[in-house]
C-alpha cells in the first residue's frame, strides 16, 4: 500500500512555544497511530521544524521579508508578488498530500494583532487549495474567537468552511464560527492539544513548615488586541507596570520568582522587569518548549501567567495558577480546569489586587492541587477521543477506529 502522506501547516518553528507544542502534539500522535504515515510542512519556521522534529520542512512564504512593515516601493512590490506566488506554491504542496492538518493554535481569532493579508490570507490559500484539489484539510483543536475586521472575518470564515474537519479548544471558539456564519453542528469541542504532551513529573509543595517557595511568573509582550493598535503602546506600559510592582512584591516578601516568556518577543519584557526590580531573586527561564515550561511550573509553588500556553503547562503540571487574562480563551481554559475564580484582567493589571488574589490562591493550594489532578484525568480521556474522531475522519480503515484508543495510551 502507498504510505499516506500527511502535511503539517501553520507558524510553526517561528518562536512561539505555544504553536510548537500543538505540533508536537499531533507529531506524536501520528508515529503511534499511523507510523506508516509520511510527513513534512509547510510552516514559518522551516529549518527549526526540521530540525528539532524530524521532518522536511518548506517555508510557508516566498518573500522572506513577510513580517517586516514594507515601507519602501519595492519592498511594497515584491511582497504584493509574493502573495501571488504563495497562491501557487500552496497549492503545490497541498497537491502532494493525502491529508493537511492545521495543529491546534489560534488560527481562526485576531485576539493578538494581526493583517487579513499575513496569515488568515496564508490560511485561505491552504483550505482553497484542499477544496479544490480533494486534499483533506483538518483544523485541529484550534482556536477562534468573534473578529471585528471584515477582511481579516471574512477569510477566516471561509477558511473554516472550507476544511474538511474543524474541532476546538473550547466550546467559546465553536460559538463565535457559528456566529461568523460557518456551519458547526458537526464540529467537536475537546482541550488544547498540549494537554496531550507527557507531563513531567510534580514536585512536592513545600508548604509550612517550610519557607515559601518559588513563584513562576508568566510575562508576554502585550499590547492589547487587533482592535487596540491606537493605544497599544499605552496598554503595554500600563501591564509592564503592574507587573514589575507585583514581582517587587513577591521579592518584598523573600518570594524567589522565575520568569516565563512563550514567544521570543517577550524577551524585552523579562529584560524591563529584571532591570527594575534588580534582585538575586529574580531570574529568567530559557525554555525552548512547552516540555522546558512545564518542568518550570511543576517545579514552582504557584504560577501567574500571562500566555494562554504558559497557563496551560502550568495546569497542565498541576500547579496552582492565576491568570492575567487578555482573552476569553484564558477566561475559558480556567473554567474547564476548575480555577475560574483566580483571573485578573491583562489590560488592568491593579499590582495590590493581584496580590491579594495571590495570597487568597496560595491558601487554597493543596485543594487546588487536587482538583487539577482530577481535571488532568479528564482531558486525558477527552484528548483520546479527539485522536480517535481524528483517526475516523482522516484515515479511515477498519482496524484503526478499534484500535485507535488502547494504541496511543500505551504510545503515551
Not at 493579508?117 to 484550534?142: N, Q
Not at 493598535?229 to 510592582?245: K, P, S
Not at 512547552?290 to 496551560?312: G, I, K, Q, S
Amino acid at each position: 500500500m502507498t504510505p499516506v502522506r500527511v502535511g503539517v501547516f501553520g507558524l510553526l518553528g517561528s518562536g512561539n512555544l505555544g504553536n510548537d507544542g500543538s505540533l508536537e502534539a499531533v507529531l506524536g500522535y501520528l508515529r503511534a497511530e499511523h507510523p506508516e504515515a509520511v510527513v513534512d510542512a509547510l510552516c514559518g519556521g522551516p529549518e527549526v521544524v526540521a530540525a528539532r522534529y524530524g521532518i522536511p520542512a518548506t517555508r510557508l512564504h516566498w518573500y522572506r521579508g513577510e513580517y517586516r512593515t514594507a515601507s519602501r516601493a519595492g519592498a511594497i512590490a515584491a511582497k504584493g508578488l509574493g502573495k501571488l506566488v504563495d497562491a501557487f506554491r500552496t497549492a503545490a504542496w497541498v497537491r502532494r498530500h493525502d491529508v493537511v492538518i492545521v495543529p491546534g493554535m489560534g488560527v481562526l481569532e485576531a485576539t493578538l494583532p494581526l493583517r487579513p493579508w499575513g496569515f488568515p490570507y496564508s490560511l485561505f490559500l491552504l483550505c482553497a487549495s484542499g477544496r479544490l484539489l480533494r486534499t483533506r484539510v483538518a483544523l485541529v483543536g484550534v482556536g477562534a474567537d468573534a473578529i471585528g475586521d471584515r477582511p481579516t472575518r471574512a477569510l477566516v470564515r471561509w477558511s473554516a468552511r472550507l476544511a474538511a474537519y474543524r474541532s476546538y479548544r473550547d466550546a467559546l471558539s465553536r460559538d463565535a464560527m457559528r456566529a461568523m456564519g460557518v456551519d458547526t453542528a458537526r464540529d467537536e469541542v475537546y482541550p488544547d492539544l498540549a494537554f496531550a504532551l507527557p507531563t513531567p513529573p510534580a514536585s512536592a509543595p513545600s508548604g509550612p513548615p517550610d519557607p515559601p517557595g518559588p513563584v513562576c511568573v508568566g510575562v508576554m509582550a502585550f499590547h492589547g488586541g487587533n482592535d487596540d493598535r491606537a493605544r497599544a503602546e499605552e496598554i503595554h506600559r500600563r501591564y509592564l507596570d503592574g507587573v514589575t510592582r507585583f514581582v517587587r512584591a513577591l521579592v518584598a516578601d523573600g518570594r524567589p520568582v522565575r520568569l516565563l516568556t512563550g514567544d521570543e518577543c517577550d524577551a524585552p519584557v523579562v529584560a524591563a522587569i529584571l532591570d527594575a526590580v534588580d534582585s538575586p531573586l529574580v531570574t529568567a527561564a530559557e525554555a525552548a518548549s512547552l516540555a522546558d515550561l512545564m518542568t518550570e511550573t511543576a517545579a514552582a509553588d504557584t504560577v501567574v501567567a500571562t500566555r494562554y500556553h504558559n497557563l496551560v503547562c502550568a495546569l497542565k503540571a498541576g500547579t496552582p495558577t492565576l491568570a492575567l487574562s487578555y482573552a476569553a480563551k484564558s477566561d475559558a481554559l480556567m473554567d474547564r480546569m476548575g480555577l475560574g475564580a483566580y483571573r485578573h484582567p491583562a489590560r488592568e493589571v491593579d499590582a495590590d489586587r493581584l496580590l491579594e488574589q495571590f495570597r487568597a490562591l496560595e491558601k487554597r493550594s493543596a485543594e487546588l492541587r487536587r482538583i487539577l489532578t482530577e481535571r488532568n484525568q479528564t482531558t486525558a480521556r477527552q484528548l483520546e477521543d479527539q485522536f480517535t474522531a481524528l483517526t475516523a475522519a482522516l484515515f479511515p480503515a477498519p482496524d484503526h477506529t478499534h484500535a485507535h484508543t488502547h494504541t496511543y495510551r500505551e504510545a503515551r
